[in-house]
T-cell receptor, first 112, second 114 residues
Framework: DAKTTQPNSMESNEEEPVHLPCNHS???????IHWYRQLPSQGPEYVIH???SNVNNRMASLAIAEDRKSSTLILHRATLRDAAVYYC?????????????FGTGTSLTVIP | ETGVTQTPRHLVMGMTNKKSLKCEQH?????MYWYKQSAKKPLELMFV???????ENNSVPSRFSPECPNSSHLFLHLHTLQPEDSALYLC?????????????FGSGTRLTVV
């Protein structure tokens, strides 16, 4: 499975935008890029996913590099509730048995 | 409430006890998963069920025994556990098919083995 690399931790001020990077230089053409986040004492929750084009939803935006070897999750205005561990995961649903395998993610601290 | 319900939320058990964790979803999903999350470690995939059939077992010790009686329910039966089995156990479900469906996770069961 293609691997992802994320910084261990990041800090952001409240109400500022946050850009969470993810490198995936060995991504294949059929790998989707998924982002999940895990709040303290909770299970992970879906944030956003995409294949080639940038994606927006009510929670965040996903910017995907043209060569697809990196992506950035953008939280437009960080709130204290956004403090969580953010996971960037690649997944090719067409490969049998290809489940979600989580790395260590980026722990985001939001400073009031 | 995420749509995936896990009970109990917290469980303390002795090493000689037998207990079961329960997971329930009514999202119409046909795949269900057990993950283990130990302190300061990434989530580890334990078992995968598709349409009630186990399709993946990631070298999990036999003291963990999963059961999937139907597509809406998943159990994890525990017996003669060790203190190092203390962790957050997470259940997830998803649809399956050619589209890339995400997972919906429950809030987990915090297990402490004493």
């Amino acid at each position: 499975d293609a691997k992802t690399t994320q910084p261990n931790s990041m800090e952001s001020n409240e109400e500022e935008p946050v850009h969470l990077p993810c490198n995936h230089s060995t991504i294949s053409g059929t790998d989707y890029i998924h982002w999940y986040r895990q709040l303290p004492s909770q299970g992970p929750e879906y944030v956003i996913h995409g294949l080639t084009s940038n994606v927006n939803n009510r929670m965040a935006s996903l910017a995907i590099a043209e060569d697809r070897k990196s992506s950035t999750l953008i939280l437009h205005r960080a709130t204290l509730r956004d403090a969580a561990v953010y996971y960037c995961i690649l997944r090719d649903v067409r490969r049998a048995g290809n489940q979600f395998y989580f790395g260590t993610g980026t722990s985001l601290t939001v400073i009031p | 409430e995420t749509g995936v319900t896990q009970t109990p939320r917290h469980l303390v058990m002795g090493m000689t006890n037998k207990k079961s964790l329960k997971c329930e979803q009514h999202l119409g999903h046909n795949a269900m998963y057990w993950y283990k999350q130990s302190a300061k470690k990434p989530l580890e995939l334990m078992f995968v069920y598709n349409f009630k059939e186990q399709t993946e077992n990631n070298s999990v010790p036999s003291r963990f025994s999963p059961e999937c009686p139907n597509s809406s329910h998943l159990f994890l039966h525990l017996h003669t556990l060790q203190p190092e089995d203390s962790a957050l156990y997470l259940c997830a479900s998803s649809a399956t098919g050619v589209a890339d469906y995400g997972y919906t996770f429950g809030s987990g069961t915090r297990l402490t083995v004493v």
